[in-house]
């Protein structure tokens, strides 16, 4: 194979991948959105997704708190002094 064709076949994986991954980043926007829960109201709908929204936003701050070391246990005893 010549230089050029190898310089080719790399551009032409690069495109794909970019491609791929901005098809992958598209999905991901859209989400549940686009599909809807047969027997689900659009209250119902909006009410699943803002709880797993919550859901999601907690879970990444606990996440957060448990890599940085800020949610440390207490070395404080179990009792009160008076």
């Not at 010549?2 to 491609?19: D, E, P, T």
């Not at 991901?28 to 929204?53: D, F, I, K, V």
């Amino acid at each position: 194979m010549s230089m050029g064709m190898v310089q080719n076949a790399r551009r032409h994986s690069k495109h794909l991948i970019l491609g791929s991954l901005l098809g992958l980043m598209l999905l991901a926007m859209a989400g549940c959105s686009t599909w809807h829960q047969p027997g689900e109201s659009a209250t119902e709908r909006s009410l699943r997704h803002n709880r797993a929204l919550r859901h999601n936003y907690q879970s990444m701050v606990e996440d957060i708190d448990k890599v940085l070391l800020i949610n440390q246990p207490s070395r404080l005893g179990d009792h009160t002094l008076p």
